[in-house]
């Protein structure tokens, strides 16, 4: 028997089971641990009564991991994950959990959802837009190793974070899982590092070390082109020798930005596009 309802009564455990399945051969192959995953859904801000999944026989057969939050104003859900394991495939399950799920984020008043796509799986494209989602902008990724020297003996670790300080350097809106609200959740698991220059903070680098990857890093308006983020990423990779460093979704608009991490080593990985649909 097949039932759609809320992850409410749903262990992360699970979660992590059906979603390592779901994705096992996707564009890019994901196999998180438990901390992976519980990692993601705090900083994501995970919220299973607006998520749905698909019960088969009473597992959970596919999924729509929302969170719950504000982006640009308006009371957001945001999709963290949306799978469906490869036995249950074929069924149109996605737009049935989607009927499921709209009127309930309705009725919570919720203003719009958003989630991303990588850019070449045209199914789920083709399946967001029958749901009424509109692309908003593209985003990219990188990977790679960054070699040299490290340039300026003042990096360090900067164990309490002036989230809204750091926010004053950033030129442009990152995508959920590098907003505000997320660093702040995940600051517990994330380390920061910063260059002091003339009694101030000029530049910051933000890393997940069970990743390597990198949600946020700036330098302060003034004290740029002055080799302060190359320090930084190459601090990174002395420190997180074990895998190569990633970024993902810089703005495409970014380009300063994108020369930047391009000029440092990390490659093109991936391109995604971020969707939105309005609620109400």
Same mark, same amino acid.
């Given at each position: ?37 519980? =990692?993601?859904? $705090? ?5 299973? *009564?607006? !998520? ?6 009473? @597992?959970? +057969? #596919? ?113 959920? =899982?590098?907003? $505000? ?5 995940? *600051?517990? !698991? ?6 002091? @220059?003339? +009694? #101030? ?80």
């Amino acid at each position: 028997m097949m039932k759609i309802d809320t992850l409410r009564s749903t262990s992360t455990a699970e979660i992590r089971y059906s979603f390592n399945e779901a994705f096992r051969e996707y564009f890019v192959p994901v196999n998180l641990s438990q901390q992976q995953i519980e =990692q993601k859904l $705090l900083a994501e801000g995970f919220e299973p *009564s607006i !998520s749905a999944g698909v019960f088969v026989e009473g @597992k959970l +057969g #596919g999924f729509i991991l929302h969170s719950s939050g504000q982006h640009k104003g308006k009371r957001t859900a945001y999709n963290s994950g949306t799978g469906i394991i490869a036995a249950h495939r074929g069924q149109h399950l996605v737009p049935k959990m989607y009927e499921y799920l709209l009127p309930l984020l309705i009725e919570k008043k919720y203003d719009k959802s958003l989630l991303e796509f990588i850019r070449e799986n045209k199914v789920a494209r083709q399946c967001y837009e029958k749901v009424g989602f509109q692309i908003v902008r593209e985003l990219l990724s990188f990977k790679g190793e960054v070699a040299g020297a490290v340039l300026h003996a003042e990096v360090e670790e900067i164990m309490n974070p002036d989230w809204l300080q750091l926010q004053t350097f950033w030129d442009w809106e990152p995508s959920w =899982q590098h907003s $505000l609200d997320c660093l702040k959740r995940a *600051s517990g !698991s994330y380390k920061t590092y910063g260059i002091y @220059k003339e +009694g #101030g903070l000029r530049a910051y680098v933000v890393i997940n070390p069970l990743t390597n990857r990198i949600p946020s890093f700036a330098v302060a308006p003034g004290w740029r082109n002055k080799g302060l983020a190359t320090a930084l990423f190459r601090h990174l990779q002395q420190v997180y020798r074990a895998a190569p460093l990633t970024m993902i979704n810089v703005d495409s608009q970014q380009q300063p930005t994108i020369n930047f991490v391009q000029s440092i080593g990390l490659k093109p990985l991936l391109t995604q596009y971020e969707m939105e649909l309005m609620i109400q």
